[in-house]
């Protein structure tokens, strides 16, 4: 949905290989890299709405961003795996005025904890009672790839499942398809906050607060060193916020897939980009918790629609990230909810209605068994390799599911642009 910020003129423009062995950093393999342009001389600008207080209540802020998203779509698709960020948004959706034919898309994975997110998505359509059809996809059938765009390599986690889901949503006729994405970039509690929800909750909401955020990297020790920092020059503090919070970030690595004649000027990257980072925090003179809440939710990647079906989130909603950026870090905390799942995600339940609270998901599902699986065969990037970015023997013997669901995505998109004519730089 929107337009795309990027527009490659002609068969001439160069895929600028050295952009492209960022990904294969410490910063870039984790996912925590600019968004910028893989090409030579095309420049990428993505808009970044700056935090700004909404003046009314969020839930309303989401609802407007949810009812302009949709337009005048007659039906409306909801990626919906059962969580509560997609239900949120599935919510809003049955709830619109005019009413819409609204149908759900749930991939049939199994997450770590052994459960079937259909059946999941099944029983909360049934116990809230949502006027929406569920469509199962099953995630072993064969379809399309989604398509290829000028814009880079998709970095969403399973991306042919993603086309599958975009392509039941063309069947059933849908003229939107919305996600729940970035909702826990941009609204979820962070790190390092315990004065400040000491300050709105007392003595006893800190202790709880801490003890949610325990399992975190930083874990108790961050909170307490958080704390500490507080009498440190800033330049000082926002060098240790990172050592804390980023501790595989502190120092420039490359991943052994990268070519030899790319190392060095992608360790430098590396490098500099942690340095800006960390200068960037030590300038606005911001709090170890004010600096997670950025870093959290910037910089952000961009997938491009995985079919003719356009998509969209409503958490990526300008409207909404403006809004949301701007709510205080002891806001984003709630230590009186029974579950820690809504106490660390407040901001998201309040966009339910009030009598629906009850039912919402109580824990986050994760499915690192089904990524692991999605790159589990044999790995090559012929193209990759042919093009000087990445060793064959390297890219053969990788087993980090990271690093091969990003060689993979790589891999895709330089396929696609070679095949299109395209040339790869050194």
């Known amino acids: 949905m929107g337009v795309d910020p990027l527009v490659v003129a002609g068969p001439g423009a160069r895929v600028a290989g050295g952009e492209l062995a960022r990904l294969f950093t410490g910063v870039g ?7 910028g342009s893989w090409w030579q001389e095309v420049a990428l600008v993505w808009p970044a709405p700056a935090a700004r207080p909404a003046g009314r209540a969020l839930r309303e802020v989401f609802t407007q961003a949810v009812a302009e998203m949709c337009g005048d779509a007659a039906v409306v698709g909801v990626n919906f795996s059962g969580g509560l960020d997609s239900l949120a948004v599935l919510v809003a959706v049955c709830r619109l005025v005019p009413a819409r034919s609204v149908v759900a898309f749930t991939v049939d994975l199994v997450d770590d904890d052994g459960v079937s997110t259909a059946a999941a998505a099944s029983a909360l359509i049934a116990a809230l009672r ?13 379809g399309a790839a989604p398509p290829w765009s000028p814009l880079g390599p998709r970095f969403d986690a399973l991306p042919h499942l993603n086309a599958r889901v975009n392509a039941a949503a063309a069947h059933a006729g849908c003229g939107v398809l919305l996600s729940g994405n970035g ?11 315990s004065i400040e929800v000491a300050g709105r909750w007392g003595a006893r909401g800190a202790g709880r607060y801490v003890a949610d955020l325990a399992r975190t990297e930083a874990g108790w ?6 704390v500490a920092a507080r009498a440190l020059p800033a330049r000082w503090s926002a060098a240790a916020y990172w050592a804390a919070n980023w501790p595989r970030l502190c120092r420039p690595s490359v991943s052994p897939l990268l070519a030899a004649g790319h190392r060095d000027q992608a ?9 800006e980072q960390v200068a960037g925090h030590a300038a606005a003179g911001r709090s170890w918790a004010q600096a997670d809440r950025v870093d959290t939710f910037w910089p952000r990647g961009f997938s491009p629609d995985a079919g003719s079906v356009p ?6 909603h300008p409207d909404l990230v403006a809004a949301g950026l701007a709510v205080p870090v002891a806001s984003r905390y709630d230590p009186r909810p029974a579950h820690a799942y809504h106490r660390i995600k407040p901001l998201v339940v309040g966009l339910f209605p009030a009598q629906m609270r009850a039912g919402l998901p109580t824990a986050k599902r994760y499915y690192a068994a089904a990524l692991a699986r999605a790159v589990a065969g044999p790995l090559a990037a012929p193209t990759a390799v042919e093009a000087g970015l990445l060793d064959a023997a390297a890219v053969a013997s990788c087993t980090d ?3 091969r669901l990003t060689v993979a995505a790589v891999e895709t998109w330089l396929a696609g642009a070679v095949a299109r004519g395209y040339q790869v730089s050194g």
């Open 29 to 35: 393999v984790t996912g925590e890299f600019p968004a």
């Open 130 to 142: 949502l006027p929406a059809r569920l469509v199962v996809v099953n995630p072993d059938a064969a």
């Open 183 to 193: 909702a826990d970039e941009l609204l979820a509690a962070g790190s390092f906050a």
């Open 221 to 226: 020790p961050g909170e307490v060193a958080a």
């Open 267 to 275: 360790r430098a990257w590396a490098a500099q980009w942690v340095r």
């Open 311 to 316: 998509e969209g989130s409503p958490f990526l």
């Open 401 to 403: 599911t990271a690093t």
